[in-house]
């Protein structure tokens, strides 16, 4: 697993893995799987909300989020 800073364009991160990969160091050697790049940042979620108060569940989810 590889992390960035919050301001590394993806594409570009994601380039450089993989020339590290083909590079003549290329991967570790002592894997236990081949390496795939790729990208999972579009599957995780950025925040998770959690709302609680004297309402009912229906009210809370119809609640203004400005």
Do not use: W
């Amino acid at each position: 697993m590889v992390e960035f800073e919050t301001d590394v364009k993806v594409d570009v991160a994601l380039q450089k893995v993989r020339m590290l990969l083909t590079s003549q160091a290329g991967p570790p050697t002592n894997l236990t799987q081949e390496p795939r790049p790729g990208s999972q940042l579009l599957d995780q979620p950025i925040m998770y909300v959690n709302i609680s108060g004297d309402y009912d569940q229906q009210r809370l989810k119809n609640l203004p989020m400005t």
